[in-house]
């Protein structure tokens, strides 16, 4: 079964816009996703507290009442049920700078990748009623650009390294898509994350349509290769900065995310316990959350992430900020 | 300050007959402004920023330093070079080039102080993030063709006020104290541009008052000072005027430096930031929001340790220039019974702001002045016009001050097309926020003036603070903050960032949570509310959720750093971070992080300690100085020495290793 998780409009919630310098870098994407479960899955409570301290989580409704199964047949699960009603940006299209990256995560097979671009930049479009979108970036598994360098403070927010990187076959097969996507119009320009001069150099003799950027971490050592500056300057390739983890969706984060815990939004069971010992432990969980079955069962594999901007443009104003994330539940 | 009026300017005694004339006109403009404007939507940021000097003169052999007078004869200079002409620059009141279709060359434009001259960019800054890398070079470029068109001895230097300012000696070329429009003991009515604008503005001022203006800044107390403190320079056996009475009557008060003239505040040098806004809504939104960060950017920014030779208890120049205009009669300080004035009036005409004016769903009545005076009839008649109330009560608050210079040939005739009369009152109501209506007759938009910065010795530092204003509103607009607090704690604040390095040991009332609250969506369709009308984002309109809880549960004090850098417990975000959060969201390019970093980090260094404010700067340069005596005494060749280290750090921003305290190691770059 696919699971299909989103976040709306993460700028709603506060919780997403914090930022610690101790948490991990792809805390904005979990606790968009956590506040946006949330929202959905716990009843409406009137006079939260003013200054948004809450007090005990109110107890939350069977996922099915706010989740959606394609009624088609397809097994497509969503988390919540999806709704673009609402959604639509304000201003005309040219007003908007819209970029979407896209990361391809480790351990999902890379053949489907064709699908899975057109799916996420489809699933962005229909979010914020736009026909194209400025800037589409796409950020491979396991790679770095600076994996030479040794910048301790940057390493650690690379978070847990699960992949190596893939053979460059396959990311010139991925980037077809992309120039398709180009030449249909949907995408105006095309960007790469985290390539190192030596990889972009690769990866340049083998395009047809050149990324126009490449996006680099480096919030904590400003300092980039010069290599790769000279490259990027001759080639008319933007360096522009970012601050997502590579690897933005380890093992076991959409466990936790869609699992029975205090934490979970109780969309998965528990995955090798007895139901004894679950009762044991989440007691309360199982009585107010799964009365009528015990979430979903399973092992989750999740493909994509994608994150998505619309900022106006003479304004500096972000407007729209969310993700998707896609993953495969197989039993 | 535009000065192309001239006419002839009314004493107080006939312009006070006028004033409610005045007003009166002032308000149709307004209206007409009003309903010209208030469908304006979509404007671009457009932002600007004003740099003001103080012009200095060296003596290099006798090892002085005086304020320079010349402000007219730069300006014509500047006006008459014709390379800065062709290149769109100049001065707009004498002479400007042609617009360019590139970045045009930096204006320059006249100051209330002789010995001033302020700067702007020669147009506009957008958000493109290159432009906010330009500010810095602009700022320098403004300050050397500055440079460029004054004597070799003279200096544009960019300390608030002059250390010297007010010791009857101090100014080339020197005049006697003691004029008949300031009747100032310590400084000449030369002091003040000629234009006769400004010395009409101060002869008003104090004839409104019915005495000189009266500044008395609490003296630091050093090992060797006297107790109590009495100003030795006050004179007492002056009997030019009738307000030399004033020090006889007591003006000047123990443990005080005193001070007696609109130069003293009004020849002290501001960082000040306007913004367009998108329309009218956001523009009051903005209003609102940036109220109460004023107090904590004046903290940040300190840099008045010292007036008039004597080193002071306060860091902040802002009470004094408060004090410097306030033409408050002792019916309206509440000194004697109201018999002939109309109100008391808590505030000077230059002071923080007593208004909240957005109709967003947030703002709770209990945040609003209980204080606030306004005039109901002008009220009534802009409600009347169809202006909401909180609008009408804002502008009815402004125009309960009196117009001071009134130029008898603008009395004849209305005219609708023009806001001579409306600028009157809004441009002479000098609070730390301004909300300013589009100029007639040009497509500018709705604009929000941030004023309470002080300006800082060198461009890299007054281009950080400027463009952590413009990122701060960003961010903002785009995560819909919410710093709501009630208006007299803002004025509280305020008293608060004056105290000695109160950026470190003092703790100002700030909303615990800025953030937009969680949410609960049925069906996709939030149910908490946002800021109401016009918000940024396509959230659905809803019903505002009643707040519950008291308004003493929104807030708490804070220090500055955890104001700036957030609290560790998981509390107060912090304002860095949130910018640094809006700058994820965004596409910007290494280098221009790299840069905003660098600026980030120093408004950062400032809030934490690890960098210095130029007030503490200069207090430990003076505390060090051979010719300090302990005795809070700043002398002649020390304040040589000190204007000096000024410019030295204005040229090298510390890459010389000096005043790294104050600027950090990061101005290695060349």
């Known amino acids: 079964m696919k699971l299909i998780l989103s976040t709306s409009n993460l700028l709603d919630a506060g919780s997403s816009i914090r930022r610690d310098p101790t948490q991990k870098s792809n805390a904005e994407l979990v606790s968009s996703f956590r506040a946006n479960f949330a929202a959905h899955s716990h009843p409406q409570t009137n006079g939260s507290s003013s200054n948004g301290v809450s007090k005990q989580p109110p107890s939350r409704t069977n996922y099915k009442a706010w989740t959606h199964m394609a009624p088609d047949g397809r097994q497509e699960l969503e988390c919540p049920k999806l709704d673009f009603e609402h959604s639509a940006l304000q201003e005309e299209r040219e007003q908007y700078d819209i970029t979407v990256k896209l990361f391809y995560l480790p351990g999902a097979p890379t053949e489907n990748r064709a699908t899975q671009t057109k799916e996420a930049v489809k699933l962005v479009l229909k979010e914020l009623h736009m026909p194209s979108i400025d800037l589409l970036i796409i950020s491979f598994p396991g790679i770095y650009f600076d994996e030479e360098e040794d910048c301790p403070d940057k390493i650690s927010t690379r978070g847990p390294v699960e992949a190596e990187p893939e053979p460059l076959e396959s990311q010139i097969e991925t980037w077809k898509t992309l120039e398709a996507l180009h030449e249909e119009g949907v995408v105006k320009k095309l960007g790469i994350a985290e390539f190192g001069h030596d990889r972009l150099v690769s990866f340049l003799e083998r395009t047809t349509i050149r990324p126009s950027v490449d996006q680099i971490n480096l919030r904590d050592c400003c300092s980039v290769p010069k290599k790769l500056l000279v490259l990027a300057k001759s080639r008319g390739i933007e360096l522009l900065v970012h601050n997502d983890s590579s690897n933005v969706l380890p093992r076991g984060t959409l466990r936790e995310l869609l699992g029975p815990g205090d934490e979970g939004a109780g969309v998965l069971a528990e995955p090798t316990k007895t139901g004894e010992k679950r009762k044991s432990l989440h007691g309360e969980q199982v009585k107010n959350g799964d009365a009528d079955g015990e979430g979903l069962k399973g092992e989750v594999q999740p493909l994509w992430v994608v994150k998505y901007t619309a900022v106006v443009k003479n304004r500096g104003v972000v407007e729209n900020k969310g993700y998707f994330a896609v993953a495969e539940l197989s039993g | ?670």
């Open chain 2, 1 to 670: 300050m535009g000065l192309l009026a001239v006419g002839t300017p009314l004493e107080w005694e006939e312009a006070k007959k006028s004033a409610s004339h005045v007003r009166s006109w002032g308000i149709e403009q307004l209206l007409a402004l009003w309903r010209k404007a208030k469908g304006k939507e979509r404007d671009a940021l457009l932002w600007g920023d004003e740099i003001e000097y103080l012009v200095v003169n060296f003596d290099d052999a006798e090892r002085n330093v005086k304020l320079s007078l010349r402000q007219a004869d730069i300006l014509h200079a500047l006006a008459s070079d014709p390379e800065l002409i062709r290149q769109g620059g100049g001065v707009p009141d004498l002479n400007q080039g042609e617009p360019k279709a590139d970045r045009p060359a930096p204006t320059f434009h006249p100051e209330f102080g002789r010995f001033m001259l302020e700067a702007t960019p020669g147009k506009p800054w957008g958000i493109g993030f290159k432009d906010l890398l330009d500010v810095e070079q602009d700022m320098k470029l403004r300050r050397k063709i500055a440079k460029e068109h004054m004597e070799s001895s003279e200096f544009p230097i960019t300390l608030t006020t002059f250390p010297l300012l007010g010791d009857r000696k101090s100014i080339t070329p020197f005049y006697p104290p003691s004029g008949s429009k300031l009747r100032s003991q310590f400084v000449p009515d030369e002091i003040a541009n000629p234009h006769i604008r400004f010395p009409t503005l101060a002869a008003n001022i104090r004839a409104r008052r019915g005495r000189k203006v009266e500044l008395n800044v609490p003296v630091f107390h050093d090992t060797n000072t006297t107790w109590p403190f009495k100003d030795p320079t006050v004179d007492y056996d002056m009997h030019n005027w009738p307000e030399d009475q004033d020090v006889r009557n007591g003006a000047a008060k123990d443990n005080c430096i005193y001070m007696d003239a609109m130069a003293f505040g009004m020849g002290s040098c501001c960082l000040q930031i306007t913004f367009q806004a998108k329309g009218i809504e956001e523009g009051r939104k903005m209003y609102d929001q940036l109220s109460p960060l004023g107090p904590i950017l004046l903290a940040l920014t300190a840099a008045t340790p010292i007036y008039k030779g004597f080193l002071a208890d306060t860091d902040v120049r802002w009470n004094q220039i408060s004090r410097a205009v306030d033409d408050r009669t002792p019916e309206e300080l509440g000194e004697k019974p109201l018999k002939s004035d109309r109100w008391r009036i808590p505030k000077s005409r230059y002071a923080s702001n007593s208004t909240y004016i957005s109709q967003d769903s947030r703002l709770r009545p209990e945040y609003l002045d209980p204080d606030l005076v306004v005039d109901e009839d002008l009220k009534a008649r802009l409600v009347e016009g169809g202006m909401d109330d909180r609008l009408a009560t804002h502008f009815a608050h402004l125009f309960i001050r009196d117009p001071i210079v009134i130029f008898a040939e603008d009395l004849q005739e209305l005219d609708l097309e023009k806001s001579d009369h409306f600028e009157n009152l809004q441009s002479t109501n000098w609070q730390h926020m301004r909300f300013k209506p589009p100029p007639p007759g040009n497509d500018t938009g709705w604009r929000v003036e941030v004023r309470p910065m002080e300006i800082q010795i060198t461009d890299f530092e007054n281009a950080a603070f400027s463009v952590f204003v413009v990122l701060i509103t960003r961010a903002i607009l785009s995560f819909d903050l919410n710093f709501y607090l009630p208006i007299p704690r803002t004025t509280e604040n305020m008293e608060t960032a004056h105290r000695r390095d109160a950026v470190l040991n003092d703790k100002f009332y700030f909303r615990k949570d800025p953030l937009p609250p969680p949410q609960t969506k049925i069906n996709g369709v939030s149910s908490t509310p946002g800021s109401g009308a016009n918000t940024p984002r396509s959230r659905v309109p809803s019903r505002p959720s009643t707040p519950t809880g008291p308004v003493e549960d929104e807030y708490e004090l804070m220090t500055v750093n955890e104001i700036i850098n957030g609290k560790d417990d998981g509390g107060f975000p912090g304002l860095i971070p949130l910018v640094e959060s809006y700058l994820d969201s965004v596409n910007v390019d290494v280098e221009t992080r790299c840069e905003l970093a660098q600026y980030l980090d120093l408004i950062k260094g400032r809030a934490s300690g690890r960098l210095w404010t130029a007030a503490k700067w200069i207090r430990r340069y003076v505390a060090e100085h051979k010719e300090y005596k302990q005795d809070s005494v700043v002398g002649d060749e020390l304040v040589y020495d000190l204007v000096k280290a000024a410019e030295r750090i204005t040229v090298h921003e510390g890459r010389d290793g000096f005043a790294k305290e104050m600027l950090g190691e990061c101005r290695e770059r060349p």
